[in-house]
């Protein structure tokens, strides 16, 4: 066999290779199989100093017009492979630019926070400060400065989550005495704070989480939110709180809903009160909501307690004052008339997004 046979048989095999090869990894390995360095083609190239001389110009021009044709070739069937490749990923990943983007929702303040910065607004605009206080208080400031007495059932580990600082080893339990330090029951503490470190004239509120070992029901929940409010001032009386409690009443729940104040004790006011608002189920009529009593129970307040201010380094003989504690879970409830207040707690998308 000739050097014309070997390339013209070289350019029918890579001719036939090339329509079998599917990938330009495959494409790749056939070009160096034939034109790279120790290629087929390139070998054969090399053995032209043998071919008599009378042959080589009609030799060399076949085996250059083979090598190009080679190449073409080669190039072709990999743009091909190239082509087919886009055209694979384009059918995979269509994209159908006619359909409706993704809606990024942007979210509402949770119902509590909503109403605790409604408060915040009612009471700002009565030209009060807005204060803030820890979660984890001292016995001091929860209670001891608030006139609560030693005994007082409220201090007892069953009402309140003590925080073991100097418990010794084993003996963890939350007995009542082994610890000073607490997770605040109430905000009232914000109160001995404020008047620590202000002086009078004195119109605050603070907001903010308390917690109580309270199993949670449809009333009660271990973790909730008050509002406190306190002020101190010459001259204040009842009619000073009265007078900004309804109020605030009217502005959180409207102007059809009755108030009425009941005595009550607190330790760190007196006189003290419980405040009602009629019941917007029934209308005050009675109902199962307002267990037909007409009314629902909506926040505590008084005259600050003499003692109270004794213990802050106020004199009670300038002046006086009343303070009050805001249950936000409780206005929730009752402006929505919400049956159950774990419905607050649950994150449940259904209940949050009404608000
Ligand atoms: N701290 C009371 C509670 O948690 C609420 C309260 C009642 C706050 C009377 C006050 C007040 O400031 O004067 O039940």
Redesign the pocket.
């Given at each position: 066999m000739g050097m014309s046979d070997d390339l013209k048989s070289i350019e029918a095999q890579v001719k036939e290779g090339l329509e079998k090869v599917q990938s330009e990894e495959a494409l790749e390995e056939l070009r160096v199989a034939t034109l790279g360095r120790k290629g087929q083609l390139t070998a054969l190239m090399h053995m032209m100093g043998k071919v008599p001389p009378e042959e080589r110009p009609a030799m060399g021009k076949l085996a250059n017009t083979v090598r190009s044709e080679v190449e073409d070739a080669i190039s072709r069937r990999k743009a091909e492979l190239v082509r087919d490749a886009m055209a694979r990923r384009m059918a995979a990943d269509t994209v159908d630019v006619t359909l409706p983007g993704r809606e990024l929702s942007l979210g509402t303040q949770h119902l509590i926070s909503q109403i605790r910065e409604e408060i915040e607004d009612i009471f700002c605009g009565l030209g009060y400060t807005v204060e803030d206080g820890p979660y984890v208080e001292t016995t001091w400031y929860n209670f001891t400065a608030l006139n609560a007495p030693e005994d007082h059932p409220s201090r007892s580990a069953r009402d309140t989550f003590y925080v073991v600082d100097n418990a010794p080893e084993g003996k963890e339990a939350h007995v009542q005495g082994e610890s000073d330090v607490l997770l605040r029951?109430?905000?009232?503490g914000v109160?001995v704070h404020v008047m620590e470190n202000q002086q009078p004239p004195i119109y605050m509120i603070c907001p903010g989480k308390?917690f109580r070992p309270d199993t949670a029901d449809a009333n009660h929940l271990p973790q909730f939110t008050?509002v406190?409010?306190?002020v101190v001032d010459e001259g204040i009386t009842f009619g000073d709180l009265k007078g900004t409690l309804d109020y605030f009443c009217r502005e959180i729940f409207g102007k059809d809903r009755a108030t009425r104040y009941r005595p009550?004790f607190?330790p760190?006011?007196e006189p003290?009160c419980?405040v009602d608002v009629s019941c917007g189920v029934c209308g005050g009529k009675g109902c199962r909501f307002c267990k037909n009593t007409g009314w629902l129970e909506i926040?505590?307040?008084?005259m600050?307690d003499p003692n109270v201010f004794q213990y802050c380094g106020i004199d009670p003989e300038k002046y006086t004052g009343?303070?009050?504690?805001i249950?936000v879970e409780r206005v929730a409830a009752l402006r929505y008339d919400l049956p159950d207040l774990r419905m607050l707690m649950t994150g449940d998308m259904r209940f949050l997004n009404q608000f």
């Open positions: 029951t109430q905000t009232s109160q308390v008050q406190e409010g306190l009550h607190f760190f006011t003290s419980e926040l505590g307040c008084g600050v009343f303070a009050f504690g249950g």
